[in-house]
Every structure is written in structure tokens, then in C-alpha cells.
């Protein structure tokens, strides 16, 4: 049978992951699709090679509670030791304003966390999800992961957003299907106060905006107005439902709904970066 591009993709990262796999290795495991097919790999690598794999989970307040209900499930599907590391990233005082460079400080945080844990289990390979798509657009994060000496395979191997989510669903990962959960930080302009309480009406809000439409979605709040992103495709359901999403929605506390005809996109908030 011919050898198409796909597969010398495929192999390029089995190989990738094969080098690392010659020692414990260390994980970043959020449980989203990035290393979730991460996770898959290093575990069939340990088992090959006599090795252990820790994923290690943040316990994060600035992550959705339901994100750690969804690690620990990955986790028991595709191996390895599982870690929960608890930490609360608004202790650090730099953070609590929403910088624009909050991602780099977060990661510096978590990802020196994540060293400590490899020191102290003896695993030389630590790596992160990280994926081709991610170097070309705004996240500063990156930078703390490569200041720290992070690996991250799938960047390595050229791998895309959509690649990671064909391989991962040829494997039969539940995770090829999950919207991705990012950082509830992402859902206020940067500058604006985070705050917890605030936070949290965001995440019941989202839960509504899921349960209501499905697919990806974003709650993101503008001082008194709040903005809901939704697949294009689900933009006319939402204003069939606005008068459902808006009693909701204000229970919940907010003001102003308003719907983004744009629809979903990631990074909304950094149009104005300058990268």
C-alpha cells in the first residue's frame, strides 16, 4: 500500500514521541484533545519501553470545575499515573488586572509547578500540548514554556489543530469530540479585575449557553454587557431562543445580552494585541 503524506505525518510524531519515550516522561494533561493524543502516545511508549507517564492535572479556579471531572475521566481511558496539582493563580498579585501577558505568567507558574513534580518522580521528558497552530497566533504562554525547557511534540512535528483531532479520533479518543475549555480568564478584556464570584456566573452562563445550543461557546463580559459567541451555524437557534437565554442569562446577574454575529472564534479578546 502507498505511504500517503498523512502517514509520514503520523510517523513523524510517533517518532518524536519515541525519543521521549526513552525515559519517564511528564505530562501537562488538561484533558482536552492536545494532550489527550499526547497522553495515548506516551503511555504506549512506556509500556514499550519499561517507562512511567504522569499526567498531571491543575486543579485550577480559573478553569471550569467540569474540566477536571473530564481530565480524570481521559485519564482512566488511556493510562498512565494521574496527578491533580491544586493551584490558585490569582495569588499572584500580577495576574489579578487581566495583563495581556497574564498566559505567560500563568504558564511560568504551572509549568515550574510541573518541573517540580518531574524532579520529584524522576521523569527527564516533561512536555505540554502545544500544537503548530498555536506558534502563529497570540499566546504568550509559549514563551514560558520554552524559557523553561518544555517540550512540546506536536509543535515539533507540524502538527495542526486539525491533525491532532484526526489522529486522536482514529485512536477512538473521547476528547477528538470536546470543545475546547480555555482559561475562563480569556472571557474579560485584559485590564479588567478578575474576580472569582464573577467568574463563576461566566461558567453557569456558558453551562446554559451549552445545554442551549451546543457546540463551541463563549460568554464575554464588557463591563455591564455581555456578548455570547456560537458556532455560525447555531446563530439563528440562539435568537429563536433569545428570549429563553435571556431570562436565564439575567438571572444569573447580567444586564445586556447581546449575540456576536462573527459567531464563535478563539482569541476574540486579543484584536488589539500586537503580536
Not at 456566573?201 to 445545554?211: M, P, S, T, W
Request: proline share 3%; hydrophobic share 35%.
Amino acid at each position: 500500500m502507498r505511504e500517503t503524506e498523512w502517514d509520514r505525518k503520523k510517523q513523524r510524531l510517533l517518532s518524536v514521541m519515541e525519543k521521549y519515550g526513552q525515559q519517564d516522561v511528564c505530562l501537562a494533561f488538561s484533558g482536552g484533545v492536545d494532550s489527550s493524543l499526547l497522553l495515548k502516545l506516551a503511555v504506549e511508549c512506556g509500556e514499550k519501553n519499561g517507562r512511567r507517564v504522569y499526567a498531571v492535572t491543575f486543579d485550577s479556579r480559573l478553569h471550569p470545575a467540569c474540566d477536571l471531572d473530564n481530565a480524570r475521566k481521559v485519564a482512566a481511558e488511556l493510562g498512565g499515573i494521574h496527578l491533580v496539582e491544586t493551584i490558585d493563580e490569582l495569588e499572584m498579585e500580577e495576574i489579578r488586572n487581566n495583563p495581556t501577558d497574564r498566559c505567560y505568567l500563568c504558564k511560568k507558574q504551572l509549568f515550574g509547578r510541573l518541573l517540580e513534580t518531574a524532579a520529584e518522580k524522576g521523569a527527564s521528558a516533561v512536555m505540554e500540548g502545544t500544537n503548530e497552530d498555536d506558534l502563529h497566533v497570540y499566546r504568550p504562554g509559549i514563551r514560558a514554556v520554552r524559557e523553561l525547557g518544555v517540550k512540546s511534540p506536536l509543535a515539533e512535528a507540524g502538527f495542526t489543530k486539525e491533525e491532532v483531532k484526526r489522529m486522536a479520533a482514529e485512536y477512538g479518543i473521547s476528547a477528538a469530540r470536546r470543545p475546547s475549555t480555555p482559561c475562563m480568564a480569556t472571557r474579560l478584556p485584559y485590564g479588567a479585575s478578575l474576580d472569582y464570584e464573577v467568574l463563576a456566573r461566566i461558567e453557569k452562563g456558558e453551562a446554559v449557553l451549552r445545554e442551549l445550543l451546543g457546540g463551541n461557546v463563549r460568554l464575554r463580559l464588557h463591563g455591564d454587557v455581555v456578548r455570547i459567541e456560537a458556532d455560525r451555524e447555531k446563530l439563528i437557534r440562539a435568537v429563536s431562543l433569545g428570549p429563553e437565554l435571556t431570562e436565564r442569562l439575567k438571572k444569573l446577574g447580567f444586564v445586556y445580552i447581546t449575540l456576536d454575529l462573527e459567531g464563535f472564534r478563539s482569541g476574540s479578546m486579543d484584536v488589539k494585541i500586537k503580536k
